[in-house]
């Protein structure tokens, strides 16, 4: 619809003789104002010498004489201080609703559709999968599906902290105080990973000689020392155990180099290209430490970046370059590259991103740092260090726990002695499936997931329990809810129209033809004929959060429309059918807006 109405105006610019106006169009945030505004008369006014009202009223003329075939719009008023504002015809907007039944909003097929890399987790291998990089997973895959709905394409891809000095110290761990046996046998052989990282830092700060045994380890590794590349593989199939499971739990995947993602290590052969280019390119240099080191014009007011030691060895900015030349290569120029990647790191990024145009690879709107905000825990922030780690799995299993007991919540128990004997007996236990396990699982990661994603993405979260699992707020559970909701009342009434197909849907529309809204009624449907809107504009702007926003406001409006209006008891047959038609899309919609964030929604609750 947005769309439609941007052409329609674009037209009508073309027939003023106006070329450099791009008409905006937005969803109006009350239907008092009708569902779209646009400014476009006030951004003409400062061309042509008439008030702003003049023009709106003009362009409102001209909507009404070039009037579109299908009927889009009901009516258009012009208001202060030059908005015109259009009223969607209510028939047409009842016709969307055959193709949000059939979850083919009209992604525009003839609008644009780009190649996208989304990279996105990245954790390092014989390090903790933080929280940072749970945002990074969450987010990333709730863009990559955005884009994905969109009608893009879309390679899914994970840079992997697979290289680096670090690898060095870990070996020379390992082979020091490590237990290879154990850890093959271990549930959790990254925990014991940390723990020699500790260790050995713990060592090094008495005895700073451990530093060179680290480097001579890492050394080896580079040169293909059989033992060092041995237990560097080692160190990654310990810690794909736990990526493999967490991926499961999280239900994300990746697309790139079978699954895993190309790494850091996966360009270990393809820095020295780079390095050269960089050098017939005039833009290495040797720095002030001996290092060298990229400097950049300096009205970008970007410090140096550093792009091999002293001694040669390379660094993570060498290897993301590489991974970018070879980005370009395998994928083609014609390709939009995102970084999901914490806050921290948005000066190297600049950095990188500026190098990269010097070097004639990219234009700026080619390469994204979606960046996302620090979890923050009550305890402060963690590091790895120190071994006062939170572990990600620990946070699963609790959201799990809580989100199992959360189903028993609604029982009343003859007395507290009862109530705990129940829940204690309920608590989830490893391995064993059962239903109720299931939904847990969907409700918990849901929780997780829905938390993150409901706010702009920059922001730090503070991770508080009680306001993630409340089925009141605006949170995932409730969401999943409201959706089970619809399910019981279709379910009650017997009405299958969740999997009716077209033809059907059609002669079913066409019954509501001159149909006489109830305001609730109204609401709802313009709110559910949004959604095509929403997702293009949370896709354009890699915003999983106003997809929450609409869906959260979605579920109000349902809600108001439930209490309000009786669905099964309707005064007849035709309003029942249609309020029953308006329930099966909100579930419709509900369902494929969670499934985009990455949600799962369970059938009950
Ligand atoms: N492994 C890095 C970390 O944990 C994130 C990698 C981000 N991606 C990149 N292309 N540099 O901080």
């Avoid at 070329?19 to 008369?41: K, M």
């Avoid at 493999?244 to 739990?249: P, T």
């Avoid at 409201?482 to 066409?510: F, H, M």
Wanted: proline content about 3%; hydrophobic content about 35%; charged content about 30%.
């Amino acid at each position: 619809m947005q769309d439609q109405i941007k052409q329609l105006l674009t037209k009508i610019l073309v027939d003023m003789n106006v070329s450099d106006v791009i008409p905006q169009v937005s969803l109006s945030s009350s239907s008092d104002h009708g569902e779209f505004s646009s400014n476009v008369a006030m951004l003409l006014a400062k061309k042509i010498d008439k008030s702003p009202m003049e023009i709106a009223e003009e362009i409102k003329q001209k909507l009404i004489t070039h009037k579109p075939a299908d009927n889009l719009l009901e009516k258009i008023v012009v208001v202060k201080p030059g908005f015109v504002n259009i009223y969607v015809n209510r028939a047409f907007l009842v016709s969307q609703l055959k193709y949000l039944l059939e979850g083919q909003e009209k992604i525009d097929g003839k609008g644009k559709s780009y190649k996208y890399i989304v990279e996105y987790s990245s954790p390092n291998i014989a390090k903790p999968f933080t929280v940072g990089h749970l945002r990074s997973t969450i987010i990333g895959d709730a863009i990559a599906n955005l884009l994905e709905a969109t009608g893009n394409k879309v390679y899914r891809d994970n840079h992997l902290g697979d290289w680096g000095t670090q690898f060095g110290k870990q070996i020379y761990a390992i082979k020091t105080w490590g237990n290879e046996a154990e850890m093959d046998a271990s549930e959790n052989p990254v925990k014991d990973l940390v723990a020699l990282y500790v260790r050995f830092h713990d060592e090094a700060e008495k005895n700073p000689s451990l530093e060179d045994e680290g480097r001579a380890w890492f050394k080896k590794l580079e040169d293909g020392d059989p033992e060092a590349r041995r237990l560097w593989k080692k160190c990654i199939d310990w810690s794909w155990k736990e990526f493999n499971r967490i991926y499961s739990e999280l239900n994300v995947e990746f697309t790139e180099n079978e699954g895993r993602g190309f790494g850091e290590a996966y360009f270990e052969d393809k820095m020295q290209s780079v390095i050269e280019e960089l050098k017939a390119k005039k833009l290495l240099h040797v720095g002030e430490q001996g290092a060298q080191i990229v400097e950049f014009p300096s009205d970008f007011k970007l410090p140096p970046l550093m792009i091999l030691k002293k001694d040669g060895a390379t660094l993570y900015s060498t290897r993301d370059l590489a991974t970018d030349k070879f980005r370009l290569e395998h994928y083609g120029k014609a390709i939009i590259i995102i970084n999901e990647v914490g806050g921290e790191q948005s000066l190297y990024f600049r950095q990188l991103y500026k190098l990269e145009e010097m070097l004639g690879w990219f234009y700026p709107e080619q390469r994204m740092h979606k960046k996302h905000g620090l979890y923050r825990f009550q305890e402060g922030k963690m590091s790895t260090r120190k071994g006062n780690v939170i572990w990600l799995e620990d946070v699963l299993d609790e959201a799990k726990k809580r989100a199992y007991n959360l189903q028993f919540d609604n029982i009343s128990y003859p007395n507290d002695e009862i109530k705990e004997k129940v829940q204690n007996t309920i608590q989830l236990g490893k391995g064993e499936k059962t239903e109720i396990e299931d939904r847990a699982k969907a409700v918990a990661i849901g929780a997780i997931k829905w938390n993150d994603l409901k706010r702009n993405s920059e922001q730090d979260i503070l991770f508080d329990w009680d306001d993630i699992l409340n089925m009141h707020g605006n949170s995932g559970p409730y969401m999943q809810y409201v959706y089970v909701r619809c399910l019981s009342i279709l379910e009650k009434a017997k009405s299958n129209t969740l999997d009716v197909e077209g033809q059907d849907v059609q002669e079913r529309i066409s019954d509501f033809e001159g149909y006489t809204f109830k305001s609730e009624e109204f609401e709802l449907l313009r709110q559910l004929c949004f959604f095509e809107t929403i997702l293009k504009q949370a896709a354009k702007e890699l915003a999983p959060h106003m997809l929450c926003t609409y869906l959260f406001e979605l579920a109000q409006v349902f809600n108001h429309f439930y209490q309000k209006v009786p669905v099964l008891h309707a005064e007849n047959e035709t309003q029942k059918k249609f309020r029953l038609l308006l329930v099966s899309v909100t579930a419709k919609v509900i369902k494929k807006g969670l499934h985009i964030l990455g949600m799962e929604t369970p059938e009950k609750m």
